[in-house]
């Protein structure tokens, strides 16, 4: 072999050698990491607290893809017996994934596929009604343009056949006019959620099992704050059917949750996971710190399967309800999180024109110190009105120690109160479609209209079961002049 050949060799062994070290895989439930790693409740100045890693390795490894569900009449000829047939496949195989370009696309698998495996349904009865989609409940809902139901998904598995419901896209992603789907920003449409709730056995917003419990306390389960004096939330055990369930959806739309640990009262806006960029901070109270990939992987692993809910003294499982019921393969929520961090917003369709550059002026002198470029945020934190944190917390956290006054309820009276709420990211505030952490506003209009100040005010989103209240808070810019307000939304739709 001549010089050249071997230099050739060399070359490409080493470049394989640092492609495999770039893509170091992290323990997802890391001991070490865990350790600092969710920030400490204001209330209480604890912690949440973790399973062990030992806990969560020692849980079953579920690794298996799934594949849409279609509506009456939409399903190709000879799928579901293919499906009935059919061998289990693993959701992800890293034997075959040589470059982090083939580790993203694994990854969109995993975020496309990937269903909430404490919700799959095995019986008979339950599996006809989603093949043949002809029951009168199902008949209610619209398909998606390629003919599927939103949030079902069939999962073959070594039981056989199973009906799941979707994990990531539930909430992670939007349907667009033409037809096609963003993965990142929330669900566009609220269909998924209700097609989950007629899967799941699960009482209450538990992604996994809650032997014992009733709906009613499984929904208090869901959302008490035991350590708070006069908790809303213990209403929810004496409330009659229809009057929980006037709360629970006005609590859920477009982009809207109230999550596990949240608040049918308190609700919080489904997060953009492509503004992630440039973050610290998980959550919109900071629940948990973003130090890289691990966190995002150790973050879907909790979400959906692996909440101890403890608080200090405050356990909010019982012991029969204190397991993991399964855990993901490093492997997937690796790739997964590495999908998340690779997508982009689309394409703006905002021209950049005279009005916005005026707009634009107006911003660098109001507003770029808290919404930074080229990310738009800062990064650092903001306090919750009434909250003030220790001197230890100032130390460790990235803080701007003022409140912008916005409502603190998700931030003090809930399982998440933290404090704090982070500085959002600006990027792509043309496309969200609602504003603040509860998603009261749904347009940048709304949100620099000064009127929202007042408690007559009809906000288009969030409003509980009331049809009118303030929307407080964040008031830069309602002062500024019309025609500055109006230049600075245009410019704010640029980003």
């Known amino acids: 072999m001549s010089l050249r050949g071997v230099s050739f060799v060399f070359l490409s062994v080493a470049l394989r050698l640092s492609a495999q070290q770039a893509l170091q895989i992290p323990k997802t439930w890391d001991e070490e990491m865990l350790h600092e790693w969710a920030t400490p409740i204001a209330a209480l100045?604890?912690?949440?607290?973790h399973f062990s890693a030992k806990e969560y390795y020692a849980s079953p490894v579920d690794n298996y893809r799934s594949y849409p569900v279609y509506a009456a009449g939409r399903e190709p000829a000879g799928y579901f017996e293919r499906l009935r047939k059919a061998k289990p496949e693993p959701l992800i195989q890293p034997a075959g994934l040589k470059t982090k370009a083939e580790w993203i696309a694994a990854g969109k698998r995993v975020f496309e596929e990937s269903d909430i495996g404490s919700f799959r349904r095995y019986e008979a009865d339950i599996i006809e009604e989603f093949h043949l989609a002809k029951s009168a409940r199902l008949a209610r809902l619209t398909p998606r343009k390629d003919g599927t139901i939103p949030g079902a998904r069939w999962v073959v598995t070594d039981r056989g056949l199973a009906l799941g419901a979707e994990n990531c896209t539930q909430c992670h992603r939007r349907a667009l006019p033409d037809g096609g789907v963003l993965d990142g920003p929330g669900m566009s449409d609220t269909a998924a959620f209700f097609v989950t709730g007629m899967i799941a056995t699960v009482p209450g917003l538990s992604a996994v099992p809650l032997p014992g419990d009733s709906s009613t306390t499984g929904t208090w389960r869901s959302f008490a704050v035991p350590w708070l004096p006069g908790d809303i939330h213990e209403q929810i055990k004496t409330m009659d059917g229809p009057a929980l369930g006037r709360v629970f959806l006005a609590s859920i739309g477009p982009d809207l949750t109230?999550?596990?640990?949240?608040?049918?009262?308190?609700?919080a806006k489904i997060p953009d996971l492509i503004a992630l960029k440039g973050q610290k901070y998980i959550?919109?109270?900071?629940?948990?710190?973003?130090?890289?990939?691990?966190?995002?992987?150790?973050?879907?692993?909790?979400?959906s399967y692996a909440d101890i809910s403890d608080f200090g003294t405050h356990r909010l499982l019982t012991d029969a309800q204190r397991k993991i019921p399964f855990h993901l393969p490093d492997e997937a929520l690796y790739a997964m999180a590495l999908y998340v961090e690779s997508l982009e917003a689309p394409a703006n369709p905002n021209p950049f024109d005279a009005r916005a550059a005026a707009g634009k002026k107006i911003f660098e002198r109001d507003c770029s110190a808290c919404h930074t470029p080229p990310f738009y945020t800062s990064g650092k934190l903001t306090l919750a009105e009434g909250f003030t944190p220790s001197p230890a917390l100032l130390r460790e956290y990235d803080v701007l120690p003022v409140s912008v006054r916005t409502d603190a309820s998700l931030a003090m009276k809930t399982r998440k109160g933290t404090g704090f709420y982070k500085i959002p990211s600006l990027r792509g505030v043309w496309y969200r479609g609602r504003y603040l952490h509860d998603g009261a506003v749904t347009s940048l209009e709304e949100m620099f209209n000064p009127a929202r100040l007042d408690p007559a005010f009809v906000p288009s989103g969030f409003k509980s079961i009331d049809t009118h209240r303030a929307v407080p808070g964040h008031e830069f810019g309602l002062r500024l002049p019309a025609a500055d307000r109006a230049n600075l939304i245009v410019f704010l739709k640029t980003l």
């Not at 100045?45 to 607290?49: A, D, E, F, T």
């Not at 959550?283 to 979400?303: C, E, Q, S, W």
């Open 258 to 267: 109230p999550r596990w640990s949240g608040s049918i009262f308190y609700p």
């Open 283 to 303: 959550d919109a109270t900071a629940t948990h710190k973003l130090r890289g990939t691990g966190d995002i992987m150790r973050y879907a692993a909790l979400v």
């Open 45 to 49: 100045s604890v912690r949440p607290g």
